[in-house]
Each structure stands twice: as structure tokens, then as C-alpha cells.
């Protein structure tokens, strides 16, 4: 991964957020900024907070999902998307990576409806510390999701629209647990730079190679641990995971080179290995024996996940990866990297991936699977989230199309719900979108 400094985000957002791309949309924001909105209400009020989210009935009436008003604008929404599609600049290590890589791409058929939006919370600010890492935003539920927001974990519920702190980074933060190889000092600002949830676990990374673990059924936090006081110590991606015998695990993937699990019933570090280039994203199977490597190389890795030795290497990508998923089948597994595509593969024959996916603006930066196996979601930096058919082989796909940069995706554990956080200084976000039925009824339990 890049080495990059925090400072920068603003940097991105000077190139890509919304309101600084055509010269109309910048003069509409700052005369709304200057005079407040005219519409029926406050749709942003710095003082108390109280933005107009958009609600899936009031999309079906044609309002934009995320508030914009086009109809106050001297560009519509497809002329912006297409300046959007031809100023965005994807981030490459490898250059040329995106368009060498479309030959292989397969041509899959859009239109797909597999989840409904459902509402835009523009109360709730998800944020990016990092333009390459994209792994912020975690659901436990259909109704519960965890995110970052500057320096601070919020919850959100999209049962009562509600927003709780659950850990803030900003101040000191220190474990108020005594666990061996703990560190008892704690730390201070810690720059967030991945964050996993999964079930009453918190695992959030930092630029430093931080780790700080919290129970959300507890008070305090429990654990917190450097993983390495190298110079290139960040903290790429954290996958907790629970093995064949119930015990809850999580896997850190750092710039460094190491990948280490951690067993959270004794708080302890079990494994660590070491790879010749920075490891930003580490996926276990099914079955826990297999682990996937991607990281700043073309080619990631299949390795045993419990001595780290190579199996195969994966061949095929152009640039460096940030991404991978394991379909829950234990068979195929995806990644996604900056040349563009996403790759699925099958552990039978790793020689060639079995599917190659495209984006429409950059790198896939972050790939989920619905628990079921029914559907793949990858996301790329902004604008879109794909939605694919994996049970029917990729033929098919929903595009998810908005505005913003993304700072994570994740289906709910029933794969009823999935959440994107948008970022960006005007209209970030949190987008709901529900799972489509083919009975209208079950709308009314969601």
C-alpha cells in the first residue's frame, strides 16, 4: 500500500467530491451554505444537526437518494455522471494497469434487482482516512451497522434512526482489561485506518500498527496491541473470524509484510507470518484452512493458513490488490485490485481465474459476499457499487450508481440489508438498501 499521510484526505476530496467538479453545482452549494436551503426543509443545520434523509417512498416519487437538486442546477444528473465517468482518475502503482487489463473482462448483462433502496442518512458522516482502504463500515444486523466517523465509531440504527459513539480514538484510549502482551499505555489520536465488526467484536487499525479490540457488550476496551514499530507499520485490513471449535479470532493484514491472528479468548497473538511485499487484505476460507493474500503485487497468493506456506500463487491481475472474499461454498474466492477488475476464482484449478469483472471508474477496493452465497457486492473508490449474480455464474449484475467516495460496503449477516457509506463534505452518507422479495408483505418486516 502507498505511503500516504492523513493530512491528504483532503486532497482526494479537493478531486473528486461533488461540489468542486462543475463550477454551477460549487456556486448552488455555497449560495445554500450562505442562505440555507429553499426547500420544504433544513436539508443540512450545522447548529443542531438535522439533515433530510431520503426515504424509498419519496425516491419512488422521484426525489435523487441523495438530496441533490437537480432541478436548481444547470447540469442534470446525466451529464454529470458522464463528466464524472471521464474526470475520475484511478490510482495506479502499475501504469496503464486499467486499460490493459479490459481485454480479458467479462461482458455481463446489467439490470439486475436484487436489493431495494431503502433510505439515505445524511445525518450519518462515514469518513476515509486513507484514499486505499476502504473497509469502514460493518453491519451486525439488517438494522444495526458500525462505521467511522472522523475519530469516532458510530453506531446506527436503521430500526429508530439513532446514532451512538461506541469508541472515540481522539483523546487517550487504553485497555481497562489486564491481559498478557496488552499494551497498558494505550494509545493516542489514533489515526483509524481499517476498522471490522462481527457479532459483539470491534477490531479497529490504525496507521501505526494499532490495534484496539472492544466487546461491545462491555464497558471500556479490552485489548490493545502494536503489531510492529516499523516505519511502515500500517494497518491494512482486520478480518475477525471464529474457528471449528467456537473460539473467535481475527487475522491483521500490515504493510509491513505480516499477516498475525489473534485468538481473542486468550488475547494473544498465535501466528505470524511474513511475506516479501505489504499485505493489504487477507481472507480465510470457510474451512479455515486456506488463506488468501493480496497485497503490493500483481500476483497474490493461496497459502496454508496454518504455516503460511505458499499453495499457489494467483497470476493474472496488473496492479497491486486491496481486496478479497471467499464465497461461502469454500470453493471460489474473488479479489479485487487497481487495474480495475475483479477476479473470482476456483480453488480446483487456480491457473486461470474462472471470471474476470470490470468497474466503471477504478480499483475494486472492497468485495463482500452475501451469507447465503446468492450474491457478490464489489465497490469501487466512488460512484458505484456492483451487485452480481454469483449463484448464476456472474452473468448478471445490479449497478448501484450515486455520488461520492465510498467508504465500505457490508451485507447484514442475513443478507436482508446492505449498507454503503458515501463520503463526501456535502452529501455523505449512509445508503440502506433491502433485499428485493418477490412478496411485498415481507417489506413490512423490514
Aim: glycine share 8%; with cysteine; aromatic share 10%.
Amino acid at each position: 500500500m502507498s505511503h500516504y499521510q492523513a493530512d491528504d484526505a483532503d486532497h482526494m476530496e479537493d478531486d473528486y467530491e461533488m461540489e468542486d467538479v462543475d463550477d454551477d453545482i460549487d456556486e448552488e452549494f455555497r449560495a445554500r451554505e450562505m442562505a440555507g436551503s429553499d426547500s420544504d426543509v433544513d436539508e443540512y443545520d450545522h447548529l443542531n444537526n438535522k439533515v433530510a434523509d431520503t426515504s424509498s417512498a419519496e425516491a419512488r416519487r422521484g426525489h435523487d437518494i441523495q438530496g441533490i437538486p437537480w432541478d436548481r442546477l444547470s447540469i442534470t444528473r446525466e451529464k454529470y455522471r458522464q463528466t464524472r465517468l471521464e474526470q475520475y482518475k484511478n490510482y495506479e502503482n502499475i501504469p496503464q494497469s486499467g486499460e490493459d487489463s479490459e481485454k480479458e473482462c467479462k461482458i455481463t448483462k446489467k439490470g439486475g434487482m436484487y436489493y431495494e433502496f431503502r433510505r439515505n442518512s445524511r445525518s450519518v458522516k462515514s469518513t476515509i482516512l486513507h484514499f486505499q482502504l476502504r473497509n469502514l463500515v460493518w453491519a451486525t444486523s439488517k438494522h444495526d451497522v458500525y462505521l467511522m466517523s472522523h475519530f469516532s465509531v458510530i453506531h446506527w440504527s436503521a430500526l429508530t434512526f439513532n446514532k451512538t459513539e461506541v469508541l472515540n480514538v481522539l483523546g487517550h484510549v487504553a485497555p481497562t482489561e489486564k491481559h498478557p502482551g496488552s499494551l497498558l499505555e494505550g494509545f493516542t489520536q489514533t489515526q483509524v485506518s481499517t476498522l471490522a465488526v462481527k457479532d459483539n467484536l470491534l477490531v479497529a487499525g490504525g496507521f501505526q500498527g494499532e490495534l484496539i479490540c472492544k466487546y461491545l457488550d462491555r464497558p471500556g476496551v479490552s485489548f490493545c496491541s502494536r503489531t510492529t514499530y516499523d516505519d511502515n507499520a500500517i494497518t491494512n485490513a482486520v478480518e475477525i473470524y471464529v474457528t471449528p471449535s467456537g473460539a473467535v479470532h481475527f487475522t491483521a493484514s500490515n504493510n509491513d509484510g505480516g499477516v498475525r491472528d489473534f485468538d481473542m479468548e486468550k488475547f494473544q497473538l498465535c501466528r505470524h507470518f511474513t511475506f516479501p511485499w505489504p499485505v493489504n487484505h487477507t481472507s480465510l476460507s470457510p474451512d479455515g484452512k486456506l488463506l488468501v493474500i493480496v497485497g503490493d503485487n500483481p500476483d497474490g497468493l493461496l497459502v496454508d493458513s496454518k504455516t503460511g506456506k505458499t499453495i499457489m500463487p494467483l497470476c493474472g491481475h496488473l496492479d497491486y490488490s486491496f481486496a478479497s472474499a471467499w464465497h461461502p461454498d469454500g470453493v471460489t474466492f474473488a479479489t479485487g485490485n487497481q487495474d480495475k477488475t475483479c477476479r473470482v476464482w476456483d480453488v480446483r484449478n487456480l491457473s486461470k481465474s474462472v471470471a474476470v469483472l470490470k468497474g466503471n471508474l477504478g480499483a475494486i477496493r472492497s468485495i463482500r459476499y452475501t451469507s447465503d452465497g446468492q450474491f457478490m457486492a464489489m465497490a469501487e473508490p466512488a460512484d458505484f457499487v456492483h451487485v452480481f449474480d454469483a449463484k448464476n455464474g456472474y452473468e448478471k449484475e445490479q449497478e448501484i450508481d450515486f455520488f461520492g467516495e465510498i467508504s465500505g460496503m457490508s451485507f447484514s449477516p442475513d443478507t436482508e440489508s446492505l449498507f454503503i457509506g458515501v463520503w463526501d463534505r456535502t452529501y455523505g452518507s449512509l445508503l440502506q438498501y433491502g433485499r428485493r422479495r418477490n412478496y411485498g408483505y415481507l417489506d413490512s418486516l423490514i
